[in-house]
Every structure is written in C-alpha cells, then in structure tokens.
C-alpha cells in the first residue's frame, strides 16, 4: 500500500515559468506534509512543509498548497530556475515523526 | 538545522560481507532514523535508533539483517550484515528538527554490493 504518490516522474520546465509538483496521499492520519529536494550523491533537503490544518504555506520561491478533501498537494516553484533542476520527493510524517516517501518527480529546468 | 556526516560515503563490497555505516550529528538528539534508497526508488524507513533502547523496526526489516547501534545522542551506526546485490542502496540517517515536524538528512553512504 503506498500512502505517498507522485504520479509524474519527470517534468520538464522553461527558466522563469512556473513549476508544479503533484502529490497525492492516502493517510488521513499524517499531521505534516514536507518536500525534499535531492541532489545526485547528496542526501535529500528540506524545502518547505504544510501542518495538515493549513492549506498553503509560501517560503520565497516556493508555496505548497493541501487540499485535504482531495488529499492532494502541490509545489509551486516560481521563477524557475536551472538551480533547481533536482528530483523532488514529498513525504507524509505522522505522531511517530516518521517520514512516508513518495517515489520522486525529476525536475529539468532548461535555460 | 543539524549538521550530520555518514561514514562512509560510499563503498563496494563482496556478497556475504558485512558494512557499518556511521553517523555522527553536531548536536545532540533523542530520535534518529535509518532509510533506504535503492536504485530509482524512493526513501524507505528501516527502523528508529533511540539512545538507551533497542532500535525499532519496520516491516520488511529484521534486526539480524541491520543491527543498528546507538551508544550516545549524537552518534549511531548501522551494519548491513550477509549482503547481497539486493543490497546495493544509498543508506541514510536523519534527525528531527526540534520541533519534530521534518528531518534532516546526512549525505547518505552509496553502497554497491558485487
């Protein structure tokens, strides 16, 4: 049973447009939703999170949006940049911290 | 945020050996975590280390296989014992934010299993 889906794996972008990155769940029980950016040989980095009461958090570049009825979020990335380019993971945590992964959606930011 | 460092960063290995993966964060902690990431896959949750108690386990993992060590709040290892090709992952451990709400993650230890 996977709670966490990312149903794109690649997406493919235009420097300074608009980014979007899907994630649909299926446990109501998760209290935060996270993004993570991974880098080749790195280990993943924390973006930006949304408590499961809120339905939109914006840091700089990017905004999350929940949309609990739908258990469904999304990553704005705007302005794209190449910087970016990255595969992004969203992730449900829960009362135990412990982190449910989505499988990931490529990023190619193109110049 | 934390500053964590695994060791090693990355090795080959022969079937039927065993590795031990550490990490080291700067500050001191309760929780930390051990994921795995096989090939074009996503993050998985091996199992919990908290200091003073036995690590707890996800399903699929099995203490024999991951012996994982956690002497102090700041330092933890993980051993994949008998390995295999099946094996072969980037191994990674993470820690809470003081507030608890998102982890942060250490480089990740690339193992390649032959």
């Known amino acids: 049973d996977q709670q966490v889906k990312q149903n794109s794996p690649s997406l493919s972008v235009q420097e300074g447009r608009i980014s979007i990155l899907n994630c649909d769940y299926t446990?109501?029980?998760?209290?935060?939703f996270l993004w993570y950016k991974k880098y080749p040989a790195e280990g993943p980095t924390f973006l930006i999170s949304?408590?499961?009461?809120?339905d939109k958090n914006e840091d700089g570049r990017f905004t999350v949006f929940l949309n609990k009825s739908a258990k469904h979020l999304s990553l704005h990335i705007v302005p794209s940049q190449p910087g970016d380019s990255a595969v992004y993971f969203c992730?449900?945590?829960?009362?135990?911290?412990?982190?449910?992964f989505g499988t990931g959606t490529l990023l190619a930011v193109q110049p | 945020s934390a500053v964590i460092s695994q060791k090693p960063s990355r090795d080959i290995c022969q079937r039927g050996t065993s590795l031990t993966i550490q990490c080291q964060v700067d500050?001191?902690?309760?929780?930390m975590f051990w994921y795995r990431q096989q090939p074009g896959q996503s993050l998985t949750l091996i199992a919990t280390?908290?200091?003073?108690?036995?690590?707890?386990?996800e399903s699929g993992f099995v203490i024999d296989k991951f012996p994982i060590s956690r002497p102090n709040l700041t330092f933890s290892t993980l051993t994949v014992s008998n390995m295999s090709p099946e094996d072969s992952s980037i191994y990674l451990c993470?820690?809470?934010?003081?507030?608890?709400?998102?982890?942060?993650f250490g480089p990740g230890t690339r193992l390649l299993v032959l």
């Open positions: 949304i408590s499961s009461i809120k």
């Open positions: 446990n109501s029980m998760f209290d935060y």
């Open positions: 280390a908290n200091q003073g108690s036995e690590a707890t386990y």
């Open positions: 992730a449900g945590s829960g009362a135990t911290n412990k982190l449910i």
């Open positions: 500050s001191q902690v309760t929780m």
């Open positions: 993470s820690v809470p934010s003081g507030l608890g709400e998102t982890q942060y």
